[in-house]
């Protein structure tokens, strides 16, 4: 059971609430279809991944293997003699797409409690009790969101510096808390009086549906760590039950919430469905709530990059400067998310572009290739090996052309894309 709600933890974060643009982007038949598709690739590349890290330490006679070391394990035992040479860098790979994933997740984790925080304290004065649809779009910002992210900055380096992952284990549990809260709330309003769906279209742009891509494989956050989890079970072989529920559950919700969610709001879908909810207090409380548990888990999110950065740092310097550096990169790292929050603010094509570049490589190429290096010399069968190439195929021009139709949307003015923006509405 714990296994199963840290594995619901890892893959229920802001981009579950980014999926009702994800679905106008794709449209309103393709994008549950193609949601589902990308769903159960992502499980069985997970499920590859298990299957590699397993052969792998029974190979080498070792109790647990990290993604990194799975990689660089596969290429020594590979038949090229470049690659057998060079596999150091496979975890080399790894942990960089590693960092890049994460430190996205975090600056996304800004963009997100930013917006959330602007609208509340911008709208105040119009906050009532009588929860009533936000019927115009007219953007009416008092202060640049870059302001509430330079609020919100001195706050997360000061929860950072807690190392200790009991005591980051009851901020978890409080992220599960309000999270669970504000869904429940968020699925309350959506479900009642949708409008007619029929005007809405089937199928959206190709260029569109890249942006789409993206925010979807973002979404499934939980790639990196199913191997801890495993390792951490005191029944590991029971991980595969877990894994195929709890996914199954995720799948299932990011469905419903995207297309009830586009259903709902129609062409005035915004970048996270939590700045479509009403002004009253209520609704205000949900992105409270949510805005709070992202605030817990980017503590969570960032332990993996720093894990992988601060060792390797400290090891360079003497013993006497140990805490002064840790803090310092813990510091600096913090600052960099917001930095590249404060240079782009646009929460959905940051969430498209995170997607497409980082977790698209760790979801969908990286496994596959991993299975083919791993069990080549085992007599693998032509469907198996056909399957890995194309899925490594998809994987790879869903990387290329979704990272491509981010980077051209995020150097398009504003105004040209206003209903993609995450600007404050009244």
Not at 308 to 324: D, M, N, R
Request: aromatic share 10%; proline share 4%; with cysteine.
């Amino acid at each position: 059971m714990q296994t199963l709600i840290h594995l619901l933890k890892c893959n229920i974060g802001t981009g579950l609430l980014g999926l009702p643009l994800a679905m106008k982007n794709a449209g309103l038949l393709v994008g549950p279809i193609s949601l589902l598709a990308i769903g159960i690739l992502t499980v069985h590349c997970m499920v590859i991944l298990l299957n590699c890290a397993h052969h792998l330490g029974q190979r080498l006679q070792k109790t647990f293997v990290n993604y990194g070391e799975a990689m660089m394990y596969s290429l020594e035992t590979c038949p090229n003699a470049w690659l057998r040479t060079h596999s150091v860098w496979g975890r080399y790979t790894v942990s960089f797409l590693l960092i890049t994933t994460q430190l996205g997740f975090c600056s996304v984790y800004f963009m997100f409690m930013a917006d959330n925080l602007q609208q509340m304290v911008e709208e105040v004065h119009m906050t009532s009790s009588n929860c009533q649809p936000r019927k115009t779009l007219v953007p009416t910002p008092i202060l640049n969101i870059r302001f509430y992210m330079l609020t919100i900055l001195p706050f997360l380096v000061l929860l950072v510096f807690i190392q200790n992952l009991r005591l980051l284990s009851i901020f978890s549990m409080l992220a599960n808390i309000t999270t669970l809260g504000s869904m429940a709330l968020i699925f309350e309003y959506i479900i009642q009086e949708i409008p007619d769906p029929s005007s809405l279209p089937l199928m959206a742009s190709w260029k569109t549906f890249l942006l789409f891509f993206g925010t979807a494989i973002f979404t499934f956050e939980g790639v990196g760590m199913v191997l801890p989890l495993k390792n951490q079970m005191k029944h590991p072989q029971q991980f595969s039950f877990v894994l195929y529920l709890g996914m199954s559950l995720i799948i299932i919700l990011y469905i419903c919430l995207g297309t009830l969610g586009y259903m709902k709001f129609g062409s005035n879908t915004q970048a996270s469905i939590t700045l479509n909810l009403p002004n009253c207090w209520l609704y205000q409380s949900v992105k409270l709530m949510y805005s709070i548990g992202i605030f817990f888990t980017y503590a969570l999110q960032f332990h993996v990059p720093a894990e992988i950065i601060i060792p390797f740092i400290i090891s360079q310097v003497s013993e006497s400067w140990t805490l002064l550096i840790d803090l310092s990169v813990r510091t600096a790292l913090v600052c960099l998310t917001c930095v590249s929050a404060i240079l782009i603010p646009r929460l959905d094509l940051v969430i498209s572009f995170v997607g497409s570049v980082s977790s698209s490589a760790l979801a969908l190429i990286i496994p596959p290739l991993l299975e083919l290096i791993t069990f080549y010399a085992e007599d693998m069968s032509c469907a198996t090996i056909a399957k890995d190439v194309m899925i490594g195929i998809l994987g790879l021009l869903g990387c290329v052309f979704g990272t491509y139709q981010a980077l051209y949307e995020l150097i398009q003015p504003i105004s040209q894309s206003i209903t993609n923006s995450t600007g404050v509405y009244a």
